[in-house]
């Protein structure tokens, strides 16, 4: 039997909890709400914490990390905490010489490209990442029946900035590799599915309640390249984690052609970005998962009336569904107003409380 019907440990105190519930479709008490992004640089209390210590040291040392990772739980009131961290922690874990860039993104020394650059990624092992551990055993401590969620990035998400070397808008060296070389690429998704597969485990083993894939690029792709060339390697994480019986939650942004292949990919709850209305999603993806969504985060940019009637239109479109999570269609924006984003939480707790 699976944690999801017979929950252990950190899994059994959060079992009850709207979240936990909402991704196993069952009857909730409101709609659970948690916000891509929502530690970081919205909130005063982060930057504060975070001067002077740059991006990647800050996720290596547990006591910043968990002071992070509750600032939004204890600020905002959502329903579940995302572990802080970063999808190229991993990478730098194993060795690779890269860092994360203030207003760019993360920067790779020497990018990914030849067969013999795929000796640089070297399996992960839960001692490469002890302050991981360290960091989810202090938080769920504190965390009591709140959710933790643990996440890491996609093959393909991770194999664009390695190819590319930092962020891309178009994507041109991955995509070639992918198409000119097509046992390369498919050696480096393996590759790269085992060392996400190997971060979500120590995830989970320390006590996070659900996992979140994050493939936030590869909306860049057409179906059927998906299908052929990036599903098996994002099908090989899924797997590798059902053990456990957490739910699986797979995001992307642009994915609107790609929702159904993702959820067969082997999620339990599919993100969908703010282009695709959540009660289409529902029909493009299919019975027996749950949907997190949609709201564009620029609308916090707007009156507190829009965002009201935004949020409405995103929890008619969900009213059908099996499942629903309620979060943004993407990261909140570094510049939104943190007041506009607890008013969120409240609101929708309030409308749609059982
Ligand atoms: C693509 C991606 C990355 N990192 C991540 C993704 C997938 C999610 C998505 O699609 O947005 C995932 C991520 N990165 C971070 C989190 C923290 C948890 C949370 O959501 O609250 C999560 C879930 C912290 C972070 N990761 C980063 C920051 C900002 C750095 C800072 O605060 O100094 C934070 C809080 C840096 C980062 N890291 C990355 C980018 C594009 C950036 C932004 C660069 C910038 O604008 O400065 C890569």
């Given amino acids: 039997m699976s944690a999801i019907d017979s929950p252990s440990g950190q899994q059994t105190k959060t079992y009850d909890s709207a979240f936990m519930k909402a991704c196993r479709r069952e009857p909730v008490p409101h709609t659970p709400v948690w916000f891509m992004r929502q530690a970081g640089r919205s909130l005063p209390e982060y930057l504060k914490v975070r001067e002077g210590i740059p991006m990647l040291e800050s996720c290596m040392r547990p ?106 808008r178009n994507h041109e060296h991955t995509k070639a590799l992918m198409y000119g070389d097509p046992e390369l690429w498919a050696d480096l998704l393996d590759r790269l599915a085992d060392i996400t597969a190997a971060f979500l485990k120590v995830q989970i083993e320390a006590g996070a309640s659900a996992i979140q894939l994050f493939d936030s690029w590869v909306g860049a792709l057409a179906p059927a390249d998906y299908r052929r060339s990036v599903m098996p390697a994002s099908a090989k994480v899924f797997r590798a984690v059902e053990q456990y019986g957490v739910p699986r939650i797979h995001f992307g942004v642009g994915t609107g052609e790609l929702l159904g292949l993702m959820g067969e990919a082997g999620a339990d709850v599919v993100g969908v970005d703010w282009r695709v209305p959540l009660d289409e999603a529902a029909r493009r993806v299919g019975p027996g998962k749950a949907l997190q969504g949609n709201l564009d985060p620029a609308v916090l940019f707007s009156t507190p009336e829009a965002v009201e009637t935004k949020t409405r239109e995103v929890l008619d479109a969900a009213a059908g569904l099996e499942g629903h999570i309620f979060n943004l269609g993407h990261g909140v924006l570094p510049t939104t107003d943190p007041d506009a984003l607890t008013r969120l939480v409240e609101y929708v707790h309030t409308r749609t409380a059982r």
């Fill in 63 to 168: 006591e910043l990390v968990t002071e992070i990772t509750l600032q939004p739980v204890r600020r905002h009131k959502v329903d579940a905490a995302i572990f802080f961290s970063d999808i190229v922690v991993p990478l730098k874990a194993i060795g690779i010489d890269l860092d994360i860039k203030p207003g760019v993104g993360p920067v790779v020394a020497e990018p990914i490209r030849r067969r013999a650059d795929l000796d640089r990624l070297r399996a992960l092992t839960p001692d490469d990442v002890r302050y991981v551990t360290e960091a989810i055993g202090m938080l769920t401590g504190e965390l009591g029946t709140t959710p933790l969620i643990g996440f890491a990035g996609a093959p393909f998400t991770l194999a664009s900035y390695l190819v590319e070397g930092g962020p891309s």
